[in-house]
């Protein structure tokens, strides 16, 4: 099966075959909806380095992945994004309801940032 596990050689084809945005109507709009991920990276880096959370803008980011790319947002996340930010990026997908039950995955292991989700629960 070709995603098995995803990887630099396969990530894009399961990035495309999951991606559906109706007001897409080039390639470039592909490539400025996969630039969420870095811009989601960015803020997640400002979090950990500087205390400073924009779970606002967090958010967006994160409910705009999941509407083009459906369930797929979540194995995508992790992958684009380095374990240090895993226990985040795992609170957010919690906070959205969009951890699936099912497969077991090691994503199921991961402990959610208690400050965050304390954070995003009073908002």
């Given at each position: 099966?070709?995603?098995?596990?995803?990887?630099?050689?396969?990530?894009?084809?399961?990035?495309?075959?999951?991606?559906?945005?109706?007001?897409?109507?080039?390639?470039?709009?592909f490539?400025?909806?996969?630039?969420?991920?870095?811009?989601?990276?960015?803020?997640?880096?400002?979090?950990?380095k500087?205390?400073?959370?924009?779970?606002?803008?967090?958010?967006?980011?994160?409910?705009?992945?999941?509407?083009?790319?459906?369930?797929?947002?979540?194995?995508?996340?992790?992958?684009?994004?380095?374990?240090?930010?895993?226990?985040?990026?795992?609170?957010f997908?919690?906070?959205?309801?969009?951890?699936?039950?099912?497969?077991?995955?090691?994503?199921?292991?991961?402990?959610?940032?208690?400050?965050?989700?304390?954070?995003?629960?009073?908002?």
């Amino acid at each position: 099966m070709l995603f098995n596990e995803l990887n630099n050689d396969n990530y894009l084809i399961f990035a495309i075959k999951h991606y559906e945005n109706p007001a897409a109507v080039t390639k470039d709009d592909f490539y400025e909806d996969l630039k969420r991920f870095k811009w989601i990276k960015r803020l997640l880096k400002r979090y950990k380095k500087e205390g400073e959370l924009k779970a606002h803008l967090l958010i967006n980011h994160f409910i705009i992945l999941y509407n083009v790319f459906g369930d797929a947002a979540t194995p995508l996340l992790f992958y684009k994004l380095e374990k240090e930010y895993w226990e985040i990026v795992k609170t957010f997908v919690v906070y959205l309801g969009r951890l699936p039950e099912y497969p077991h995955t090691t994503i199921h292991d991961i402990e959610v940032d208690k400050n965050c989700m304390e954070f995003l629960r009073s908002v």
